[in-house]
């Protein structure tokens, strides 16, 4: 079988090329991909080729860890069947590129039990989100967690965070400097961080990415306070210790998501407790793939950037 797939050739040379797939298991679908996300975290560290190095990691690869599509072969141990509509966080079944991530191609093959059955509510293009959200979750269900009372960032993963956060009873205020980023809350406060004079908050979640960021967050500490970083860090991250001695400061890192944090997810999701509207603010043909990724690293107004694969068999 072969794919149609978005390679990544080199850091900024990106290309849309047929590649072939490895065989399928009894263990494994073959999934058609209707929609893929592109993660403005990670994959622009893949595109910008500062990636921090990982097993697996090299060029040519290809990108993507948010698939939506249908089941159109499942292995007799896969656990799925023809016609399901799944979610699918990357795949490796490529001859002829690395496959870290994955997930940006109109076909693939997968592991069954790396899937995760929609129901028809989320079968659409908000599905892709489900990745994220489950991050968000996972972020603060770490044993003995708090829930934010200040998330750092108002993207798509710091909205999606700030959602979970009120659908578990909070109301965190959000920082963005960015006017264009600063609309849309739905159950808190977005502040630029000049606007806010607060240095008393018990757990403040940073999402930027950005390590420069470590001390001014602890100075905004209460005693005693955690500093949450979920953020994905392309740098050493160092803070100065005397400011965080004083404040006997916490700081903890959030992980990628585990499969009980997507349980939760849905859970809220179906319940209509979180909300996916909205973080979608840019779809285009996947033949307009470079195009797509210049515009969801560059554009300020882009949340969230998916590619349409349902025109590319």
């Known amino acids: ?17 047929r590649l072939d797939l490895v065989e399928a298991t009894a263990d494994d679908i073959v999934v058609d991909v209707a929609w893929s ?17 990982f097993p697996g990691l090299g060029y040519p690869l290809v990108p993507g860890y948010e698939s939506v ?10 656990g799925h069947r023809v016609g399901e509509s799944v979610f699918v966080p990357g795949s490796r079944g490529f001859r002829d590129a690395r496959g870290l991530f994955g997930g940006a191609a109109s076909r693939l093959v997968v592991a069954g039990r790396r899937a995760v059955t929609l129901d028809e509510a989320g079968s ?14 996972h972020a603060v269900q770490a044993q003995g967690a708090a829930l934010p009372d200040l998330i750092v960032g108002h993207g798509v993963l710091g909205r999606l965070l700030a959602r979970v956060a009120v659908a578990l009873g ?12 600063q609309a849309g809350a739905a159950g808190y406060t977005v502040l630029d961080p000049d606007a806010d004079s607060r240095r ?60 009980a944090d997507l349980d939760l997810t849905r859970r809220l999701i179906a319940s209509g407790r979180l909300s996916l509207d909205g973080l979608i ?13 210049r515009t969801a690293f560059g554009d300020a107004r882009c949340l969230k950037m998916i590619l349409d694969w349902r025109a590319h068999p």
């Not at 050739?9 to 990106?14: A, I, N, T």
């Not at 599509?69 to 896969?78: D, K, L, R, W, Y």
Request: proline content about 8%.
């Open 200 to 259: 008393d908050y018990p757990t403040i979640y940073d999402v930027s990415g950005d390590e420069s960021l470590v001390d001014p967050l602890i100075s905004r500490l209460a005693p005693g306070g955690e500093l949450v970083l979920a953020g994905f860090y392309e740098r050493p991250i160092s803070f100065a210790f005397a400011p965080a001695f004083m404040r006997e400061a916490r700081i903890r890192i959030a992980a990628e998501w585990r499969e």
């Open 69 to 78: 599509g249908t089941v159109v072969m499942a292995g007799e141990a896969s």
């Open 37 to 53: 996300g592109i993660s403005t975290g990670t994959e622009r560290l893949l595109w910008t080729g500062r990636m921090p190095q």
């Open 170 to 181: 909070a109301s965190p205020v959000v920082w963005e400097k960015n006017p264009e980023r």
């Open 281 to 293: 603010t840019h779809t285009q043909p996947a033949c307009n793939a470079e195009a797509a990724y």
């Open 1 to 17: 079988m072969e794919t149609l797939a978005v390679v990544m050739e080199k850091p900024e040379h990106l290309a849309l090329r």
């Open 124 to 137: 659409g293009p908000e599905g892709v989100l489900m990745a994220l959200a489950a991050t968000a979750v």
